[in-house]
């Protein structure tokens, strides 16, 4: 195979929060709207999750980008937007789940993802408080699918309904055994029996769609009939014969990656809040806008399934929309450019990210990962993420390898690899062996990347790197402040300094500092939060351009 490899230098442009790589954060955020907060029911359900997962509440008015700065500066790792179904109704779900896109990848300067997110709603309050108190951990050992694809091989046991030759069926035993059987013309009612039996974990669906039905066969009716949603209720309606409720209990996830409209929650008759309610999906996954492409919904597959339990649904959710944007970085060959920038910010996660719903492994995984980490010098870490193939495969995705300890303020340099194309960030790196035109793989093949990261206060020899002021701490004291606190801050050359507050919309609400010329080493500023309501700012400090946040609790 025609390799080209890249020598690739890459400085990591984010706001330094110190000089030496940490471990990845454990922060949870919790972004919501007034309405919801002084809603005494969905208040319960908000702080419910605020206890479970030790999370700060973030407010927004009329827009999810009122909330960056805030964000920006408590740098979570997971975003989960709580919204009243009214709420979501009223912001557009379509443009809603856009905007959390979007934002989620605007808190630092890169051009990549940085939290995990999801939508916690419902057709009910209810509805998402079941959500909060399921058990974090779900392995998915059944899956039921109704796709032009067949996936039985990754799973314990499962059934598979061909979308496309009626009456082709096959099933897979717990013995592993897959099986071929003749099923009615219409498998409808067989559809609605085998999820109400609360066996099914997983269920995959493909096909016409819109906000409130999908039509069971591709691409015409043929002698199939329709799922349906109303109210909160799903059924499947048979072509011929009575309609079918869908009332399961046991917790499972929904993703329909070659469905248009599932998962756009565009009125209380929507997908959505039905199978959230009857059907007691935990996670959704799902297109807002009629698909074409299916770049960012299929190819999530590629992490979830392939890797078994390597990734959780949410992290895999994650991978397939970097590895769109990755794609489109880098304008790899064949890969349509068109379906990636139209895939990039229309397909919606519901349910809480934090979720560890997984593959129950039962085969290998495509490939074998390692990362190896060497640490003996603070001053420079080097890197090695490597993949070794289990299978044959004539194609392969961008390999996605999350990073344990954050890359800030510094300079990455990749050293050697046979990859095509790298992408380092501050926590996960992603390459791809395959372009275009490739060759298959063999099993056994492996491919590497070996990269080196080098402090930006010290080079290599452990001489300054540069001239250019460098912030190397700041913290405050006391936090959770009441009335005053004190920040403490240095930078190692002398830099006109300047100091601002701001609130939870970003809004500047007092500067210490401003415009101080002041010498190298350590000081301190004052900050009075007497007249401050209580609540999460950001303490934002410019030191000859460095740059550096810190997030402040005042409490009453």
């Not at 999350?402 to 510094?410: D, E, H, N, Q, W």
Request: aromatic share 12%; net charge negative.
């Amino acid at each position: 195979m025609n390799k080209l490899i890249f020598l690739l230098l890459i400085v990591v442009l984010l706001a330094p929060r110190s000089a030496y790589p940490s471990l990845t954060n454990n922060n949870y955020a919790i972004v919501t709207n007034a309405s919801a907060l002084n809603d005494t029911v969905w208040f319960r359900v908000i702080d419910s999750l605020r206890s479970k997962r030790n999370a700060v509440i973030l407010e927004y008015d009329t827009s999810l980008f009122e909330a960056k700065a805030a964000l920006a500066a408590f740098d979570p790792h997971w975003v989960c937007f709580v919204m009243r179904p009214q709420d979501m109704i009223a912001y557009g779900s379509e443009q809603f789940v856009r905007d959390a896109s979007q934002l989620t990848r605007q808190l630092d300067t890169d051009s990549y993802g940085d939290a995990l997110w999801g939508i916690l709603t419902g057709y009910n309050a209810a509805d998402a408080m079941r959500i909060i108190k399921t058990p974090d951990s779900l392995a998915l050992h059944s899956i039921l699918l109704k796709t032009a694809g067949e996936w039985l091989q990754w799973f314990e046991t499962g059934n598979y309904f061909s979308e496309t030759d009626t009456r082709a069926f096959w099933y897979k035993n717990q013995g592993g055994n897959t099986d071929t059987l003749d099923e009615p013309a219409d498998c409808t009612d067989t559809l609605v029996s085998i999820l109400n039996s609360n066996r099914v974990d997983l269920m995959v669906s493909s096909g016409h769609a819109n906000v409130n039905v999908w039509q069971l066969h591709y691409p015409n009716v043929d002698s199939e009939g329709w799922f349906q949603s109303n109210n909160g209720a799903l059924w499947g309606s048979p072509s011929v014969g009575a309609a079918q409720p869908v009332s399961t209990t046991n917790p499972k996830v929904y993703w329909a990656p070659g469905n248009c409209l599932i998962g756009d929650f565009a009125d209380e008759n929507s997908m959505v809040p039905a199978w959230i309610h009857s059907a007691n999906a935990v996670q959704i996954c799902g297109y807002t806008t009629e698909t074409a492409y299916g770049e960012m919904g299929w190819g999530l597959e590629r992490y979830f399934e392939e890797l078994q339990d390597r990734y959780s649904f949410s992290e895999s959710f994650f991978a397939s929309n970097q590895a769109v944007l990755f794609d489109i970085d880098h304008a790899t060959p064949g890969q349509d450019q068109v379906g990636l920038q139209y895939d990039r910010d229309v397909v919606a996660l519901y349910g809480d990210p934090k979720m560890e719903a997984r593959v129950f492994k039962t085969a290998e995984p495509m490939y074998d990962q390692s990362l190896t980490i060497d640490s003996s010098n603070p001053h420079q870490i080097h890197l090695r993420a490597a993949i070794k193939l289990n299978y044959d495969a004539g194609y392969l995705h961008p390999v996605f390898q999350p990073l344990p300890i954050s890359l800030r303020s510094g300079v990455v340099a990749v050293d050697s690899t046979n990859a095509h194309t790298v992408t380092v960030t501050d926590d996960f790196i992603m390459y791809r062996p395959w372009w275009g035109g490739d060759s298959t793989f063999s099993k056994g093949a492996q491919y590497y990347v070996a990269f080196t990261w080098t402090s930006a206060q010290a080079g290599v020899n452990g001489s300054s790197a540069s001239s250019i002021s460098r912030l190397s701490s700041l913290t405050v004291f006391p936090n959770p402040v009441s009335t005053s606190a004190t920040l403490q801050y240095s930078h190692d050359v002398e830099s006109t300094v300047s100091i601002s507050i701001c609130d939870a919309l970003g809004r500047i609400v007092a500067r210490p500092v401003v415009g101080e010329m002041e010498s190298s080493g350590s000081h301190e500023a004052s900050i009075d939060t007497k007249e401050l309501p209580p609540g999460l700012y950001s303490c934002g400090l410019n030191a000859g351009g460095a740059e550096m946040f810190a997030k402040i609790v005042v409490v009453r």
